[in-house]
């Protein structure tokens, strides 16, 4: 996604640089030092070229003698160089960059460049720096470009900077800073990128920018950001990118934004967003693209989430596993969008009113989701849909079963049904959440169906709480989320989603236990106990844990999903100490179970882990016999008097004699027999009932049925 431009135009500048020449400059070099002309761009992106003087990687310890006097760049990285004294310097009177990166520098002021006055860029990434003192660069009035990333840097001066009133490139990237100072911008007024990600800032508080009217690109990334103030971004009436790549913002924050109204690239990416809610993007008049990717926590974009876009181009919302709902009205008033890339969530449709939203919309990717090719999706192959799929090979149906691993462009339009059942996404919310009493429990739950589903929620204590009806403590929005405001341990218990329209209902459960975190032996920094599915199957389930140390007992229990604590039949197995596994069977098929651990510890303490589960459907041959008791009961039948009948007939005494004079045995009697004593006679075989078979006449004149062999049999089954 375009959202730095400097480095974008670094990158494009390298490959250019790539496509020209070196010319070597023929002056007196110093020892293995490479002298030669090379392409050079000014910060400001002109072209030269500029005599370069290279002794990189050459394990020097100071800077080396005899440099030629018409030296323009100088490259000294990866050497053991501390300190540069200003007589080594002092005659290059037309240096313009110098790159003392990846050296032992500890303190700026031990680089004396004071005698350099056509100096532009300064490197010295990957030193040993840990503070900036005042006035660490005097003497540097035209410097334009200053990088100080990837050192210890924890402190810099409030004017560490004063005398460099032309910079326009500040990386302070990759340090160990744990606030942003506002007065050290206060002597920068021409910045126009400030790179300050990678240090461990937890909130940008008011106005810290300010001073820095010409910035273009902030870049805020992985800083572990938690908060930013209202204001934080005031003053930035130039700025064009900003980065908050991969930081903890649980929300949007759009008071901030509405700061930086020039704003045309926001990258959000890889941040704990749960939604993007109502008016998060709205009115952002100049912006062109957006990031929303690689978000663990986001769920959904509910309505009116982008608000009001006009020069919104490109959407990019991919690679966030719990992304299951887009609300229909979504986006209002994005008239020029013309990519939506939605690829590798776990999205199960794209609702029709959303891309009628989006008047200029050409392409979306929907690949990597589980589509349900149903009602919602119906628009997909309607005639005369104009927006195209981005690898539509590679967008195929999830569900129902029979359209499996299909490409959704190739289903048929007739063989999507005009109404659907609601589907809650099983990523939704987790099957157990555990909550410090006095905390607000915050769930997410969001369905897309024909007609559109109503969504409420039931309370352990079987209370229907709905989206009109709020109380002191509680609310449900419309989109369906459940907000509870100071948890107790009395509230406890299974909470239950239901998405219902007229075709039907779908429901989503979630264990919620209140109180404090329990200790586990051996400190906090063990992992609690967390139970597992490990195999699912059409009539039984298999689950496995690591047994925690130190526990008195262990029980196990569950019940499907639809019945509530209390309300609804629960099974118990009470497990000895060291289980790990445990297979539950007699399940239905189709069904969702959950699943609750329950581990009691010697000091009185209990630990709980729950899980959902959903069996799969059977076969169509394992589920007759599974489904129909009686038919199995009328097999067994046959199968005694058939055996009674070749009792009688063999009668007793002496075995009757085989081929060869050998007794005819039954197969199992040659189990460990040795090859050559005997000749294996094959045992009679044991026929299904065929009910419209055919029956056929055997040379002796005895009816029989059609033989089918074990392996046509299961032929049969694989093809029906």
Not at 563 to 588: D, K
Request: some cysteine; hydrophobic content about 40%; aromatic content about 6%.
């Amino acid at each position: 996604m375009r959202l730095l431009v400097a480095p974008l135009l670094l990158a494009w500048v390298a490959g250019a640089t790539a496509t020209v020449p070196v010319v070597p400059w023929r002056v007196p070099c110093p020892p293995r030092c490479a002298c030669q002309i090379r392409p050079w761009y000014t910060p400001r992106s002109s072209y030269r070229e500029a005599a370069t003087v290279d002794c990189n990687d050459l394990l020097l310890t100071a800077v080396p003698p005899a440099l030629p006097a018409a030296t323009q760049t100088l490259l000294l990285q990866s050497n053991g160089i501390a300190r540069v004294h200003r007589g080594e310097l002092g005659h290059l009177r037309n240096l313009t960059e110098l790159d003392l990166s990846q050296n032992r520098v500890s303190d700026a002021r031990d680089c004396d460049l004071r005698a350099l006055p056509q100096l532009l860029s300064l490197h010295l990434e990957e030193n040993r720096l840990a503070r900036l003192e005042d006035h660490s660069f005097a003497g540097l009035a035209g410097l334009q470009e200053l990088y100080l990333s990837h050192n210890q840097l924890r402190r810099v001066a409030p004017r560490a900077f004063a005398g460099l009133g032309g910079l326009l490139r500040l990386h302070l990237n990759s340090n160990l800073l744990r606030a942003v100072d506002s007065r050290w911008f206060e002597v920068l007024p021409s910045l126009e990128v400030l790179m300050i990600g990678g240090n461990k800032v937890d909130a940008i508080r008011d106005l810290s920018f300010r001073p820095l009217a010409n910035l273009r690109s902030l870049v805020l990334a992985g800083m572990g950001l938690r908060e930013v103030s209202d204001r934080a971004l005031e003053g930035l009436q130039s700025l064009e990118s900003l980065s908050f790549y991969d930081n903890r913002l649980a929300r949007v924050p759009r008071r901030a934004l509405e700061q930086v109204p020039g704003l045309k690239f926001l990258d959000l990416n890889k941040n704990p967003l749960q939604r993007v809610g109502p008016g998060d993007f709205a009115d952002m008049l100049h912006l062109k693209e957006l990031g929303l990717n690689s978000m663990e926590e986001l769920v959904a974009i509910d309505k009116r989430a982008l608000v009001n876009l006009p020069e919104l181009t490109k959407l990019d919302v991919t690679n966030n596993p719990r992304l299951s709902f887009i609300h229909p009205r979504a986006f209002h008033h994005l008239p020029r969008i013309e990519t939506l890339m939605l690829n590798n969530n776990a999205l199960s449709a794209l609702h029709r009113q959303t891309l009628e939203s989006l008047p200029s919309l050409q392409e979306v990717g929907l690949h990597g989701n589980p589509i349900r090719c149903d009602c919602v999706i119906r628009w997909a192959n309607a005639s005369g849909t104009r927006v195209r799929f981005i690898e539509p090979q590679s967008t195929l149906c999830a569900e129902p079963p029979d359209l499996q691993r299909r490409p959704v462009r190739e289903v048929p339009f007739r063989e999507m049904t005009d109404h659907c059942l609601p589907l809650i996404s099983p990523r939704s919310f987790p099957p157990s959440l555990h909550v410090a009493s006095g905390d607000t429990l915050v769930l997410h739950c969001r369905a897309l169906a024909e007609p559109e589903p109503e969504i409420y929620w039931v309370t352990p204590g079987g209370v229907r709480l709905t989206a009109t009806r709020a109380g002191r403590r509680y609310r449900v929005y419309p989109e369906g989320t459940l907000e509870l405001r100071g948890v107790t341990a009395e509230e406890s218990g299974l909470y239950t989603c239901v998405a219902q329209n007229l075709v039907g209902a779908d429901t989503k459960t979630v264990s919620v236990v209140v109180g404090r975190a329990p200790l586990r032996p051996g400190g906090d920094k063990e992992r609690g106990l967390e139970l597992w599915v490990r195999e699912t199957h059409a009539y039984h389930i298999l689950l496995s844990w690591v047994p925690p140390p130190n526990t008195i007992s262990t029980k196990l229990t569950w019940s499907r999903a639809s019945a509530l604590p209390g309300r609804g039949p629960t099974a118990l197995a009470r497990l000895p100490r060291g289980t790990h596994s445990y297979n539950i069977t007699r399940l239905l098929q189709a069904t969702e179970y959950w699943a609750c651990l329950q581990v009691a510890f010697a000091d009185a303490h209990t630990q709980l882990a729950c899980v959902w589960a959903r069996t799969k459907e059977a076969s169509p041959c394992h589920r007759a016999l599974g489904d129909q008791p009686g038919l199995i009961a009328l097999l067994a039948l046959a199968v005694v008097l058939l055996a009674a009948g070749l009792a009688a007939h063999l009668g007793t005494g002496q075995p009757r004699q085989g081929v060869g004079g050998w007794p005819l045995l039954p197969a199992w009697a040659f189990w460990g027999w040795g090859a050559p004593s005997v000749r294996v006679v094959s045992a009679p075989l044991v026929l299904p009932w065929n009910l419209g078979g055919k029956l056929s006449r055997s040379s002796e004149g005895e009816t029989l049925s059609p033989p089918l062999s074990q392996t046509s049999w299961s032929s049969a089954c694989s093809q029906q």
